[in-house]
C-alpha cells in the first residue's frame, strides 16, 4: 500500500519548504522531494553563490576606479581557485541544514524523480505517495535554443562550478545571466563576447540606461554583438567556434567556452503531469488567481515553474509560497496580487528596477513626468570614482506619486528597495523631498531624483 500524506511537496527552494514549514506546523502530514541537493536554484546554483563572485569583482573595480586617487593596489588580482573555494563555503552547508531543519518539523524528506502516475499520486523512483494534494515548485532550467551544437553549452550553473577560469568565453543571451558572469569574467581577466539576437540586451530594464550599461561593458573589452543569431556551436581543437548571423553577414566567435545565457524555462517536463491531468504551456503550470491548477483542484504551484505574471524571481517564488500555502490550509482565501517588486542585474555597476517603465506607463494612458539623468558628477558617485551612473524615475502628474524607478550605479540594488517601498507605500515624490535623510548617503540623493 502507498504511503499517504496529506501534502506532497516537489522541489525544495523559495517556492516550496515555506509551503512545506507552514502546512507541517498545522498539522499536517507532508512529505518533501528533490532530486538534487536540497536548497534550489538560489542557495545553490544561483542567486547566493553569484554574488560571492560579483563581491569579488566589485573590489577589483574599487581598485581601478580609485587608481591615482588614494589608491595603489599594485597586482591586485583575482584568485579564480581560491574564490571558488571560498564560494563553496557559502554552498556547502545548505543542503544538509535545510533537510536537517525540514526533517526536524516532522517533514518526511526524500530524494529522487518525482513523477505523477495519477491526479494525487506521485511515484519517486518507482515508490508511490498518494496525497490529498500536491504543491509543485520546481523552478526552471536553460531553455531549449535549437541550436545545432548546443550541447557544447555550458549551463550557468555549471559556470559558477568552474575550478578554473578560461581565457576566452562567448556567452549565448543578453540576459542578466550572461552580463552578471560576463562582468565577472572580465573582471578576472577573461576575454569576453555576449551574442544576443535582438536589438536591446537586458529586457525588462530602461533601455537609456541599458546603453550607458552596454557603453561600460564594452569600455571594460567585453565585446557585444546585438542582433546575431547563433545558429551553430562547433568544437574545434581545445575550444570552440560560435557562429552567428549578423547584420553584416555571418561572423564566427572563437572561445574555450560557451555559456548558456539566453533564458530559462520552467522545469517540469520529468513530472509526468498529463497522468495527472495538469494543464500547462511554455510558462509552467496553469494555475488560478489562488495559485491552484485550472485542472486539477488538488495541485498547486508558484514560482518559475507556474504560470503567473509573477518575475522569475526568488522573493517573488517565496511570496508565491506563502500564497499557496494559505490557500491550501484554509482554503482559496487569498487571490495572488503580485505587488511591484524590485529586480537587479548585479553588473559593475549594478542596474535595478522596481514599477513600470516608460513604455508601459505610456500604454497605460498615464500621465507623467519622466526625471532622467546620469550622476557620475554627483558627489556620491564622483567620491568612489563610479564613471557609469543614472536614474529615471516616474512621477505621476496628479498624484506625485512613484511609478517606476531604474537605477544604475554603486548601491543601486539597495536603493532601489527605498523606491519599492515609496512605491508600495503610495509615498509621494514631495514627501520624498521632506524626507531629513543621513548623510552623506547614496539615499540622500533620493530627492533629486524625483
Given at each position: 500500500m502507498a504511503k499517504s500524506f496529506d501534502l506532497i511537496v516537489i522541489g525544495t527552494g523559495a517556492g516550496a519548504t515555506g509551503v512545506a514549514s507552514r502546512c507541517q506546523n498545522a498539522g499536517w502530514q507532508v512529505a518533501i522531494v528533490d532530486n538534487l541537493p536540497y536548497g534550489g536554484t538560489c542557495q545553490l546554483r544561483g542567486c547566493d553563490p553569484k554574488k560571492v563572485l560579483v563581491g569579488a569583482a566589485e573590489a577589483m573595480d574599487w581598485v581601478r576606479r580609485l587608481k591615482g586617487k588614494g589608491i595603489e593596489a599594485g597586482s591586485a588580482r583575482i584568485d579564480w581557485p581560491a574564490l571558488m573555494q571560498f564560494k563553496q563555503s557559502f554552498v556547502d552547508p545548505v543542503p544538509e541544514g535545510n533537510e536537517k531543519w525540514l526533517g526536524g518539523l516532522g517533514i518526511e524528506t526524500l530524494h529522487g524523480n518525482a513523477r505523477f502516475i495519477s491526479p494525487t499520486t506521485v511515484a519517486v523512483e518507482g515508490e508511490p505517495l498518494q496525497a490529498n494534494h500536491v504543491h509543485i515548485a520546481t523552478g526552471a532550467v536553460p531553455a531549449d535554443l535549437g541550436i545545432q551544437g548546443q550541447d557544447h553549452m555550458t549551463t550557468s550553473t555549471d559556470f559558477l562550478d568552474l575550478q578554473s577560469l578560461p581565457p576566452r568565453i562567448v556567452f549565448v543571451g543578453g540576459g542578466f545571466i550572461s552580463f552578471e558572469f560576463a562582468h565577472v569574467s572580465a573582471r578576472a581577466g577573461a576575454e569576453v563576447t555576449i551574442l544576443h539576437r535582438g536589438d536591446k540586451p537586458l529586457k525588462g530594464f530602461d533601455p537609456d540606461l541599458v546603453a550607458m550599461l552596454v557603453e561600460k561593458s564594452r569600455s571594460l573589452g567585453i565585446e557585444i554583438q546585438l542582433e546575431a543569431e547563433v545558429g551553430e556551436i562547433m568544437k574545434t581543437g581545445n575550444g570552440y567556434e560560435v557562429v552567428a548571423a549578423t547584420p553584416q553577414g555571418e561572423k564566427r566567435y572563437e572561445g574555450d567556452l560557451v555559456v548558456h545565457g539566453a533564458g530559462r524555462t520552467p522545469n517540469i517536463g520529468h513530472l509526468g503531469l498529463d497522468a495527472a491531468g495538469v494543464t500547462y504551456g511554455s510558462r509552467g503550470v496553469e494555475v488560478n488567481e489562488y495559485l491552484q491548477s485550472v485542472s486539477n483542484p488538488a495541485v498547486y504551484a508558484a514560482g518559475d515553474c507556474a504560470d503567473t505574471v509573477g518575475l522569475p524571481l526568488t522573493p517573488v517564488g517565496a511570496y508565491e509560497g506563502g500564497i499557496a500555502a494559505k490557500n491550501l490550509l484554509e482554503g482559496n482565501c487569498q487571490p495572488v496580487s503580485h505587488p511591484p517588486m524590485p529586480s537587479t542585474v548585479f553588473t559593475i555597476p549594478p542596474l535595478a528596477?522596481?514599477?513600470?517603465?516608460?513604455?508601459?506607463?505610456?500604454?497605460?494612458?498615464?500621465?507623467?513626468?519622466?526625471?532622467?539623468?546620469?550622476?557620475?558628477?554627483?558627489?556620491?558617485?564622483?567620491?568612489?570614482?563610479?564613471?557609469?551612473?543614472?536614474?529615471?524615475?516616474?512621477?505621476?502628474?496628479?498624484?506625485?506619486?512613484?511609478?517606476?524607478?531604474?537605477?544604475?550605479?554603486?548601491?543601486?540594488?539597495?536603493?532601489?528597495?527605498?523606491?519599492?517601498?515609496?512605491?508600495?507605500?503610495?509615498?509621494?515624490?514631495?514627501?520624498?523631498?521632506?524626507?531629513?535623510?543621513?548623510?552623506?548617503t547614496y539615499a540622500s540623493d533620493m530627492g533629486y531624483m524625483v
Open positions: 528596477a522596481v514599477g513600470l517603465q516608460e513604455a508601459e506607463a505610456k500604454k497605460q494612458g498615464l500621465r507623467f513626468d519622466t526625471h532622467f539623468g546620469k550622476t557620475d558628477s554627483w558627489y556620491s558617485l564622483r567620491r568612489i570614482g563610479e564613471d557609469c551612473s543614472g536614474y529615471k524615475v516616474l512621477v505621476e502628474e496628479e498624484s506625485g506619486k512613484i511609478l517606476g524607478a531604474q537605477i544604475l550605479g554603486s548601491n543601486a540594488e539597495e536603493l532601489i528597495n527605498l523606491f519599492t517601498m515609496a512605491i508600495n507605500g503610495s509615498i509621494s515624490a514631495e514627501s520624498i523631498k521632506d524626507i531629513i535623510f543621513a548623510y552623506p
